[in-house]
């Protein structure tokens, strides 16, 4: 079992540039979970996947941001135009059913 | 709307004394309950849950909580302390109804030789 797969570790891009956040959740898991870490304002759910269909998506902060599952093993997120105050620690995490939820290892954006 | 909240943004404890982290929550219906552990430049790593049954759990690293509904808290502790434990801990919460987790703030523990 390989674990959530986050790419790249680590973002520097500057405002106004495109930014896409990749994720290959755990083969079979049925959720996916979209995470942002902050020091301000902690971890905050941004999205979550049932089935590759959006459940809920209300912690998207606007309309900059973008998530799209199109298939079981692979989900985006995507921001444009990007601003500083996006810099920030963005974690996947899928699970199945019930089961806990299994976190990436990140992806660290810094946006100058 | 649920939520938790985490007593004490850091802790810091002497190695082999006792481990304890407050973690309070607010739920309209039945919790369930998780610990993670956060290390440096890593993900989420899951410690402990708790569902239904048994208010005691027992996790990894010999840490355990206690479900106390009286007192709306599931307190995470480990009888003695290691170098090892220094990390960020999280208490986190959810329900039948929603898979999504909602997590505290974290508590960041120190251990000192």
């Avoid at chain 1, 049932?50 to 989900?75: L, Q, T, W």
């Amino acid at each position: 079992d390989a674990g959530v797969i986050q790419s790249p570790r680590h973002e520097v891009t500057e405002m106004g540039q495109e930014v896409t956040l990749r994720c290959k959740p755990i083969s079979g898991h049925d959720y996916l979970f979209w995470y942002r870490q902050t020091m301000m304002r902690g971890l905050e759910l941004l999205i979550y996947f049932n089935n590759n269909v959006p459940i809920d998506d209300s912690g998207m902060p606007e309309d900059r941001f973008s998530a799209k599952m199109p298939n079981a093993s692979f989900s985006t997120l995507k921001i444009q135009p990007s601003e500083p105050r996006d810099s920030a620690v963005y974690f996947c995490a899928s699970s199945l059913g019930n089961s806990p939820l299994h976190f990436g290892n990140g992806t660290r954006l810094t946006v100058t | 709307a649920q939520s938790v909240t985490q007593l004490g943004s850091h802790v810091s404890v002497s190695e082999g004394a006792l481990v304890l982290l407050r973690c309070n929550y607010s739920s309209s219906v039945p919790p369930y309950l998780f610990w993670y552990v956060q290390y440096p430049n890593q993900g989420l790593q899951l410690l402990l849950k708790y569902t239904t049954g048994a208010t005691l759990v027992k996790g990894i690293n010999g840490f355990e909580a206690e479900f106390k509904k009286s007192e709306t808290s599931f307190h995470l502790t480990k009888p003695s302390a290691h170098m090892s434990d220094a990390a960020e801990y999280f208490c986190a919460v959810t329900d039948t109804g929603r898979r999504a987790l909602t997590f505290g703030s974290g508590t960041r523990l120190q251990v000192q030789p």
